[in-house]
């Protein structure tokens, strides 16, 4: 074999030693990704679910051009810039209605972790100290120690648990068994929790597994009723994904508190929010400086980053982004039609743009065997899917075509004729 230059990059969720060649991307356009050897690659899963509007979308890149010339850092205490203030005006437009002040940080998991400090810092300076956050089983909420607390324990942070701060744990909503987990949320309600958080609709990581919107909308009374907070972790539904801009709007619901990243720049940079209800804000405002909100990351609301968010937002304003979204949900659900009735498959689903199945097999779970092998055959197939073990999930940019789905879904059935 001959000798190659070894990459000094350890790269995440990636165990090195099974790891073959890295493939080597150089640009993007719309759904494809173009590699260095010249091959091009059908982004299905959106680069981890960041991507909506495609890559490399020209409104975004100009409007991230143009900032970059301007200004593209400055101190966010004390200091303000017209993205931010752009960005945080027209969020309080388009996210549900009740939610009125914006804090800016720069991951998904960031944004959990202000949310926590949001509700603690509530309940402390309102005189009752509550540090409980009641959790749903199955939860993904990022690779933080606040945020890995919130989230489901398994093989993704058995080596930090002891380090994760204790939660109450509500059993997911399966079908038939909804009430089970109602019951659960208002018994640990009952004992005056700080908050619950949740993914709407829809939890992601933990197997796109989803559930219907009274249930969301019931687990919002239950949590109203008891004066726990509600915190949706929008991080991955929102921008489209779940069919409407944001889950929770199918449940009529507003959140409490409610945090926002992945597509917010379409995808381009990083950049995350937290939105919060005014009584929040409001526990924090006082002439004594113990009660401010201590918190900032140095990048906080990047001028470029709110630049690429702004035209993101922008973009939803035109009525084509939603129709785009309605076209592709349609598409999908055409396409998964014909594996209903494949026995190879069982829980076939979607919501929204997302559709995911579960492929038949020995061992399941994240480290299922049939997680890698499958992820091989599409990769040789020129197909960017990632299975969460055997679970395949198909959640591509809203430009994707007919055709590219056509692609895709004929890779999975062939994927299943190869390795069942
Ligand atoms: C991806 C994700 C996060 C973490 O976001 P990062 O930007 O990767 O830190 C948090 N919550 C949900 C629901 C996610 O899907």
């Not at 593209?72 to 969020?91: K, M, R, S, W």
């Not at 909420?141 to 607390?149: K, R």
Request: glycine share 6%; proline share 5%.
């Amino acid at each position: 074999m001959m000798a190659r230059k070894k990459s000094p990059i350890w790269h995440p969720f990636t165990q090195h030693a099974l790891q073959g060649e890295m493939t080597r991307i150089v640009h993007g356009r719309g759904a494809y990704l173009y590699t260095a050897d010249d091959r091009r690659i059908l982004d299905a899963i959106s680069s981890w679910w960041v991507v909506t509007h495609g890559h490399c979308h020209p409104h975004i890149v100009d409007a991230i051009r143009n900032q970059a010339d301007k200004l593209n850092q400055i101190i966010f205490a004390g200091y303000t810039h017209d993205p931010a203030e752009a960005v945080a005006d027209q969020l309080l437009q388009l996210t549900p209605p009740g939610l009125e002040y914006v804090f800016f940080s720069d991951s998904g998991s960031t944004s959990v972790e202000v949310a926590l400090k949001m509700a603690l810092g509530y309940w402390n300076n309102v005189g009752e100290p509550r540090t409980t956050i009641v959790v749903m089983q199955h939860s993904y909420h990022g690779d933080t120690i606040g945020a890995m607390s919130v989230g489901s324990r398994g093989v993704f942070n058995a080596a930090y648990r002891p380090l994760l701060f204790d939660v109450t744990s509500v059993p997911f909503p399966a079908k038939d068994r909804e009430q089970v987990t109602l019951d659960a949320i208002e018994v640990a309600c009952r004992k005056r929790p700080a908050a619950f958080i949740v993914e709407p609709l829809i939890s992601g990581a933990g197997g796109m597994l989803m559930y219907p919107a009274w249930v969301l909308a019931e687990m919002k009374r239950i949590c109203e009723a008891w004066n726990v907070l509600f915190i949706a972790d929008e991080v991955m539904t929102g921008w489209g994904r779940s069919g409407t801009l944001f889950a929770c709007e199918q449940a009529d619901v507003t959140p409490d508190i409610a945090c926002y990243s992945k597509g917010l720049t379409g995808g381009s940079l990083p950049l995350a929010v937290t939105l919060c209800r005014a009584a929040i804000f409001d526990a924090h405002y006082s002439s004594d400086r113990t009660r401010t909100f201590f918190h900032s990351s140095s990048y906080t609301a990047n001028p470029v980053a709110c630049a690429a968010a702004k035209a993101n937002l922008d973009l939803w304003q035109n009525p084509a982004a939603r129709q785009r979204l309605a076209s592709l949900a349609a598409k999908q659900e055409q396409a998964i039609v014909p594996f209903r009735a494949d026995t190879r498959f069982e829980n076939v689903r979607r919501l929204g743009t997302i559709t995911a199945l579960d492929l038949k097999a020995r061992d399941a779970g994240y480290l299922a065997g049939i997680g890698p092998q499958l992820q091989a055959f599409f990769a040789k197939r020129n197909l960017l899917l990632r299975p969460l073990g055997n679970t395949i999930y198909v959640m591509p940019p809203y430009c994707a075509m007919t055709a590219d789905l056509d692609e895709i879904y004929l890779g999975i059935r062939e994927a299943a004729d190869a390795l069942t």
